[in-house]
């Protein structure tokens, strides 16, 4: 690698952003920032700011614009506010990657933006693939335009398919920790608090995911992404419970062989792959040693205990809009457990009644996705409402 590669990173304040930031730390002479977003931490957006000079940034909280502003005008950083900011930055002429790694269906928009600009995405947001896979796919195909996982599993894939472009896959096992309440029956699950469930045992992950991946509808988005980025089948996407999350996830191939990728529960590896990709760039990261690990297991998830990965195979299964409705119900769903609105089981409820409620499409546009995202948010706060 030779020129310096202009980085913009939507989320930048986020755990998968400030990790972005690690790494670009580390290879100053690689990658340079070019725009840094954020929704409401405007303290940290300004530090990040200050350190690494991007062009310009935005900060989604338009009632933040003003101390942003005052904030970085000495320093020839331009300033903008709000979503539609945050959608349009991405076309800037000087942004090479887009690293998306907002949280939930926000990061739709600013990806298909991205993509028509001709920007390469290197992809933490797995909610764009879920809400409109068979859109943004056939958009990066007619622009040219690469797709770099960032998710740990989603790279693992990635990383083992690299060589085997005409060798075709017979499928592929994505490994879940099974999160903080791997073996608890639904009894236990009835009381649960919000305190319990944001205590992952492996990853340091932001709320939104850790309570997903405690019901195992992190596992069930990645299984829809999974199926767009590598051109797959329901049926050739599985799911394994391996508890000690060193086996990132693998891929099986016709003749029976099966390549796996390794290593340390550790984000920065994946964003600095798909940052650099190709190359492999020299890391400082902690390294994976088998004596510490002297037994990985793996078992079948609980799919009757953990409705949601099953709602999210359903969902995939049915096709069209669906996803999109999954994904909307979940995100209100998982406020509303943070909130202490509804109890942890009644997530997957309320998924699946919207599920049943929402207007279903086969075949959906852009436009169509936007406005079943909308009315899924109002019918899952509308039985939310009937439970309060």
Not at 68 to 94: N, R, S, W, Y
Not at 129 to 153: C, H, M, Q, W, Y
Not at 290 to 295: D, H, I, L, V
Not at 327 to 349: P, Y
């Amino acid at each position: 690698m030779t020129e310096i590669k202009r980085v913009a990173i939507l989320g930048s304040t986020g755990s998968i952003g400030t990790q972005t930031l690690e790494v670009i730390r580390q290879h100053p002479q690689i990658f340079s920032v070019e725009v840094l977003t954020a929704q409401n931490n405007c303290d940290l957006l300004i530090a990040q700011a200050l350190e690494f000079n991007p062009n310009a940034v935005v900060i989604g909280n338009e009632s933040k614009y003003q101390k942003v502003k005052e904030a970085l005008l000495p320093h020839d950083i331009k300033v903008f506010a709000g979503q539609k900011a945050i959608a349009q930055i991405v076309e800037m002429e000087t942004i090479d990657v887009v690293l998306t790694a907002v949280v939930g269906y926000s990061g739709l928009i600013p990806t298909v933006n991205a993509i028509k600009a001709g920007k390469q995405i290197a992809l933490a947001n797995k909610e764009t693939l879920v809400v409109a896979g068979e859109i943004i796919t056939a958009l990066a195909k007619e622009n040219r335009v690469n797709i770099f996982p960032v998710d740990s599993e989603h790279s693992a894939i990635f990383q083992c398919l690299v060589g085997e472009y005409y060798n075709p896959i017979e499928k592929i096992i994505l490994t879940a920790s099974g999160g903080p309440f791997r073996g608890k029956d639904r009894a236990f699950l009835e009381t649960v608090t919000r305190e319990q469930a944001l205590k992952h045992p492996n990853w340091d992950m932001g709320a939104k995911i850790t309570i997903d991946s405690a019901s195992l509808m992190n596992k069930g988005l990645e299984v829809i992404e999974a199926k767009w980025l590598f051109g797959l089948k329901t049926e050739q996407i599985e799911v394994v419970v391996h508890p000690q999350s060193i086996i990132h996830s693998l891929v099986q191939f016709e003749d029976g062989s099966i390549k796996a990728q390794l290593g340390l529960p550790d984000m920065r590896i994946p964003i600095q792959f798909a940052l650099s990709f190709p190359d492999r760039l020299k890391s400082d990261f902690e390294r994976f040693d088998f004596t510490n690990y002297p037994q990985l297991t793996f078992e079948q998830p609980d799919l009757k205990t953990f409705r949601n990965l099953q709602l999210a195979f359903d969902a995939l299964a049915k096709g069209g809009n669906a996803p999109c409705i999954l994904n909307a119900a979940n995100e209100i769903a998982v406020s509303a457990f943070l909130n202490k609105e509804v109890g942890f089981l009644e997530m997957s409820d309320l998924i699946e009644e919207a599920l049943g409620k929402a207007t279903f499409i086969q075949y959906p546009s852009l436009e169509d996705y936007i406005g079943t995202d909308e009315e899924a948010r109002t019918i899952t706060t509308q039985l939310i409402k009937r439970k309060v």
